[in-house]
């Protein structure tokens, strides 16, 4: 089997359990009151993603329409605004995840870039659309910081992956 260029070794497959739970997290995060500050990154967005390259099959456009509709219910924004970003989103994370993979880590963040914003600006043109303000010049600015903590989601939610299958005093990881 060839390998992608950046896989320096065999992944294990990921626990479903950790899997949820990093979106559930991401979530979680997403729905504190830290404000409405445009610049904001979406972190929801950032892990569902991360999960929708390395684990297409488990984590699809289905989950994303699920946690878009929670954003929007959470925000009080048009129902089905966030599940068109998120669901667009995922759609397009899927279709690409084959070719990113074989992509260094910083590659695969400049890769991804063009898909947050297009998240936004689709969630910006249906906000416009229903006759809400917009947001300001931030909202330029948080594309750019999910696809910066690209590399950092890519660190920790594949380090349970990256463990010895069966360790041995001779193998310390």
Known sequence: MIMPR???QLLLPVNPLFMWGSLLLALGFDLMPFGRVASRPDLLALALVFWNVHQPRRVGVGAAFFFGLLMDVHQGALLGQN??????????????????????????????????AAAHATSLIVRLVTGSTAPGWGLLLAPLFEAALWPLASLLLLAPQRRAPDRDENRPL
């Open 6 to 8: 950046g896989a320096d």
């Open 83 to 116: 599940a068109l970003a998120y669901t667009l989103l995922s759609y397009f994370a899927i279709t690409i995840h084959r070719r990113l993979l074989w992509f260094s880590v910083p590659a695969q963040a400049l890769q991804i870039l063009p898909l947050f």
